[in-house]
């Protein structure tokens, strides 16, 4: 079966410190990979996606993630946290073909401390 | 606004009353998808439209819940006969065209309250 796992439901950082939030997928071929943010009482939204080519693909405040395609993991990272980035935090895969909807993670707590 | 939009943003029913939460998508956007998250989780996939036809309403969990979206913009879901376990926020979500390859945009949700 297709899934996605983030494995730490509760991360916390210090500002200024550099910040990981993981994801791993489960799929066979290759998949689109995004990843969302969520504020409270707010929608999701866009931060960044792999479709194809370099690993590294960079987004919006800042933030980043590393494709590894032998450890099927898409980790969000961001050199320098902000307590602004307190949010919580969604990977998602969508399969490709006709099935293009977005299968998500259960969501990683971000909070950076001041 | 250049936003999803939805309404309401807050809906309380009482059990075995039917509901209709509303979706405008961006303008000109050929998919649009609902989403049902439930509290403390990441969303699932309920239906897919692109324009008017509904491609995939596989994630639908009973045969209560109906979707539309007749003019292949604003969207409906209906549930009817509400009961507890429909309690969540329901999200609608638009993309550009019918690629999976594309960032879908959410609307702020409704939160739906089943008592």
């Known amino acids: 079966a297709q899934s996605v796992a983030q494995p730490e439901d509760q991360v916390n950082v210090a500002e200024g410190n550099p910040l990981t939030v993981k994801c791993t997928y489960s799929?066979?071929?290759?998949?689109?990979l995004f990843w969302y943010v969520q504020y409270p009482n707010r929608g999701l939204q866009f931060l960044l996606k792999?479709?194809?080519?370099?690993?590294l693909v960079k987004g919006s405040y800042g933030f980043e993630a590393e494709f590894n395609k032998s450890q099927t993991s898409f980790h969000l990272k961001k050199p320098s946290a902000l307590v602004s980035d307190s949010a919580l935090y969604f990977c998602?895969?969508?399969?490709?073909?006709?099935?293009?909807?977005?299968?998500f993670g259960s969501g990683t707590q971000l909070t950076v401390l001041p | 606004g250049a936003g999803v939009s939805q309404s309401p943003r807050y809906k309380v029913a009482k059990r075995g009353q039917d509901v209709a939460l509303r979706c405008d998508p961006i303008?000109?956007?050929?998919?649009l998808f609902w989403y049902q998250q439930a509290l403390g989780q990441g969303p699932e996939f309920l239906t897919y439209?692109?324009?008017?036809?509904?491609?995939?309403k596989s994630g639908l969990p009973s045969d209560r819940f109906f979707a539309e979206r007749p003019e292949g913009s604003v969207s409906t879901l209906k549930i009817q006969r509400t009961q507890q376990e429909d309690s969540a926020v329901y999200l609608c979500?638009?993309?550009?065209?019918?690629?999976?390859?594309?960032?879908?945009?959410f609307g702020d949700g409704t939160r739906l309250s089943i008592l």
């Open positions: 998602a895969v969508s399969f490709g073909g006709s099935a293009r909807q977005l299968t």
């Open positions: 439209f692109q324009n008017e036809a509904q491609l995939d």
């Open positions: 792999y479709i194809t080519g370099d690993n």
């Open positions: 979500a638009s993309s550009p065209s019918g690629q999976g390859n594309q960032p879908q945009h």
């Open positions: 303008s000109g956007h050929v998919s």
């Open positions: 799929v066979s071929g290759n998949p689109y």
